[in-house]
């Protein structure tokens, strides 16, 4: 079975600061791993992927994120928070690309 | 880009009552949806496989007889809670995918949260 651990249930950051989400998975064998913004009432919005293609992954809205199987590690990354990332964000696995196992995900504000 | 309604938002209701909660895609066709629930401070839990036109897949684990599911159409699937108990108070969200192919992206819908008193 496949699953992910985010390190931080809560993150604060400075605007402009660099934001860094910790995820980390468990899988036996190659995953598909995903990272999801969701905005207070709403959906949660697909942010970037990773399929074994790059192992670097740029998203939308500036993020991006680098699996490492070395380190089992899916971090997520913006080099300059904005106001707007203030979101809840999480981290998920799968083995066939729609079936889903979430981590709890991570709280993050952002400090004028 | 696609949007995944559900409907209610909020439901607050006595222990012993049926809670219907649905999922709408608004602009395009779904063969396939996925329940999850969440609990506080908790990942978000897969609870089952709505297929249209057929039975639901449940996670192992999840009741079927009491979390009723019902893909009627290409746009809706439903979600019965049915006896609700406090227990079963959380936050579910349900996700779709467009008709004829599974896509790389699921669309969520905003979650409906629970309450059973």
């Known amino acids: 079975a496949q699953s992910v651990t985010q390190l931080g249930s809560h993150v604060s950051v400075s605007e402009g600061a660099l934001v860094l989400l910790r995820c980390n998975y468990s899988s036996s064998v190659p995953p598909y791993l995903f990272w999801y913004v969701q905005y207070p009432n709403q959906g949660l919005q697909l942010l970037l992927k990773y399929t074994s293609a790059a192992t670097l992954v740029k998203g939308i809205n500036g993020f991006e994120a680098e699996f490492k199987k070395s380190e089992t590690s899916f971090h997520l990354t913006k080099p300059s928070a904005h106001m707007s990332d203030a979101a809840e964000y999480f981290c998920?696995?799968?083995?066939?690309?729609?079936?889903?196992?979430f981590g709890a995900g991570t709280t993050v504000t952002v400090r004028a | 880009g696609a949007v995944v309604s559900q409907h209610p938002s909020w439901v607050i209701c006595k222990s012993g009552t049926s809670v219907k909660i649905e999922c709408r895609s608004l602009d395009f066709q779904a063969t396939t949806m996925f329940w999850y629930r969440q609990f506080p401070k908790q990942s978000l839990m897969l609870m089952a496989t709505s297929n249209e036109g057929s039975k639901a897949t449940y996670e192992q684990g999840v009741e079927k007889d009491k979390f009723l599911i019902n893909h009627a159409s290409l746009t809706l699937s439903t979600l019965t809670v049915t006896s609700a108990h406090p227990e079963d108070s959380s936050f579910y969200i349900c996700?779709?995918?467009?008709?004829?192919?599974?896509?790389?992206?699921?669309?969520f819908g905003p979650g409906t949260r629970l309450l059973v008193l």
């Open positions: 996700s779709a995918f467009e008709a004829g192919q599974l896509k790389e992206t699921q669309y």
């Open positions: 998920a696995v799968s083995l066939n690309d729609y079936k889903l196992s």
